[in-house]
């Protein structure tokens, strides 16, 4: 079964710091990556994906996502946080073939607290 | 435009209680995912559905149901509600047809507390 770690729990930023949360994934097939944002008090809603192409993905609110397949990696970046970045993000990855097909498997999420 | 819609948004039930929860897609979009996500941890598949038919379930166990609706909605059951079954349930609904490559889009979830 396929896996997915977001090795950090919980990351604590002032703003205007730069930030990397990591995700790996444990698939050796072709894979559809995600990253999704839950704000506090909405429901989730997806930042970034990668299909194919260009493993350099740019997604909303200046968020940017590198693919990088020999290390089964699709870490999140943004060069300068702000306060309003203060979410959940959760890396899910879509893989493997008929049933299986379709269904997101999540990481455990990663608590990202900006301070003004 | 309106995005998933889920009812109700909360529900207090007690141990060996049923429950029914209720997803309405997006409009256009024909599949429809469930998902449960227990504090502390990822959203977890439970189930698939596209054109009524289920595509895909996850490891739950089979008091865990579900249907879709000739409009595309869907409902998940429950029975025998145990206390580790209190969680967030998620629906993600998508345009289906598109195989891996499609964005599930979801909606607000069900906090379902087990007494």
């Known amino acids: 079964a396929q896996s997915v770690s977001q090795h950090n729990h919980h990351v604590i930023l002032s703003e205007a710091a730069s930030l990397e949360l990591g995700c790996n994934y444990s698939?050796?097939?072709?894979?559809?990556l995600f990253w999704y944002v839950q704000y506090p008090g909405q429901h989730l809603q997806l930042l970034l994906k990668?299909?194919?192409?260009?493993?350099l993905v740019k997604g909303i609110k200046g968020f940017e996502a590198e693919f990088i397949k020999s290390k089964f990696s699709f870490n999140l970046r943004k060069p300068s946080v702000q306060w309003s970045d203060t979410a959940e993000y959760f890396c899910?990855?879509?893989?493997?073939?008929?049933?299986?097909?379709?269904?997101?498997?999540f990481g455990r999420g990663t608590q990202l607290t900006v301070w003004p | 435009d309106a995005g998933v819609t889920q009812s109700p948004t909360h529900l207090i039930k007690t141990r060996g209680q049923h429950v029914t929860l209720r997803c309405s897609p997006i409009?256009?979009?024909?599949?429809v995912s469930w998902y449960q996500q227990v504090l502390g941890q990822g959203p977890q598949f439970i189930f698939q559905?596209?054109?009524?038919?289920?595509?895909g379930r996850g490891n739950f166990p089979d008091r865990f149901s579900a249907r879709q609706f000739p409009n595309y909605s869907s409902e998940l059951n429950v029975n025998a509600l145990l206390l580790g079954d209190s969680a967030l349930y998620l629906c993600?609904?998508?345009?289906?047809?598109?195989?891996?490559?499609?964005?599930?889009?979801f909606g607000p979830g069900t906090r379902l507390l087990v007494l």
């Open positions: 409009s256009g979009h024909k599949s």
């Open positions: 993600a609904s998508s345009f289906g047809g598109q195989g891996g490559q499609e964005t599930q889009y």
């Open positions: 559905y596209y054109e009524k038919e289920e595509r």
């Open positions: 698939y050796g097939g072709t894979v559809n």
């Open positions: 899910a990855v879509n893989a493997g073939r008929g049933s299986t097909l379709g269904r997101l498997y």
């Open positions: 990668y299909f194919s192409g260009d493993p």
